[in-house]
């Protein structure tokens, strides 16, 4: 038993521009049994993919169609379908990877990126280890994957990255950020909208989300 009563469940803080916040209930139930303490690896892995999953409804509402011919069984048909080149997820290492099987099981055919950066602990700093993106980014969307927007400096370098390889079309998905990451990502990146299933109300001293989910890499991957 907690040796003392839990705060009222605070209001969350305003969402700002070029912010949306996924609040179907749906997506909250899930995000709530992902924050406790007692959901175990295996469960927690599966709601985050979940969780995912309903984010990228939004992400994607906006992603162009074009009329195709097609055969029905009785006729054909001129009907729609996604245009353009398929698009490219890029996961920040190593949480990142969390979020990519929710994404693939909607959009299968994506190709994928991925972004190896790690947080100085004392600095808070993010530092780059790795880079792959496919050669043809500049021609597709792409969806920079993170679930934790902590202080955004790990958000800002991954599309920076990104930028740097001719991406021009970059949405950010992930499921808990802290107000100070938004701003911080929104100053940087006016051009990228950010899509989250939760803004908690801050940072602690170490620059983890408050009230969060811990470290999100530790419990998908089971570290700790
Ligand atoms: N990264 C995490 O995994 N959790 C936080 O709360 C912040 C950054």
Redo the contacts with the bound molecule.
């Keep these: 038993m907690p040796d003392r009563e839990a705060d009222p469940m605070p209001t969350p803080p305003p969402v700002p521009e070029g912010v949306v916040w996924v609040d179907h209930p749906l997506v909250q139930h899930k995000l709530s049994v992902i924050r406790r303490k007692d959901t175990v690896t295996g469960e927690f892995r599966r709601l985050v993919r979940e969780v995912a999953m309903l984010v990228a409804y939004e992400v994607l509402r906006d992603a162009p169609l074009e009329e195709v011919e097609i055969e029905t069984p009785l006729t054909t048909c001129r009907a729609p379908m996604l245009a353009g080149k398929k698009l490219c997820l890029v996961s920040v290492l190593r949480?990142g990877n969390g979020l990519l099987d929710g994404m693939l099981e909607l959009v299968p055919a994506a190709r994928i990126g991925h972004v190896g950066l790690y947080?100085d602990h004392d600095t808070l700093q993010a530092v780059p280890y790795f880079l792959k993106l496919p050669n043809d980014i500049g021609e597709r969307m792409a969806i920079v994957l993170d679930?934790?927007l902590?202080t955004g400096n790990s958000a800002v370098a991954a599309i920076d990255r990104v930028k740097q390889a001719g991406c021009t079309d970059i949405r950010y998905l992930c499921l808990?950020a802290a107000p100070e990451g938004l701003a911080t990502v929104r100053a940087a990146h006016p051009d990228v909208p950010i899509f989250t299933a939760g803004i908690d109300q801050g940072?602690n001293a170490q620059?983890?989300?408050m009230p969060?989910?811990?470290?999100?890499?530790?419990r998908l991957f089971g570290t700790k």
């Design positions: 949480a947080r679930p934790m902590a808990l940072l620059g983890y989300i969060g989910l811990g470290d999100a890499g530790d």
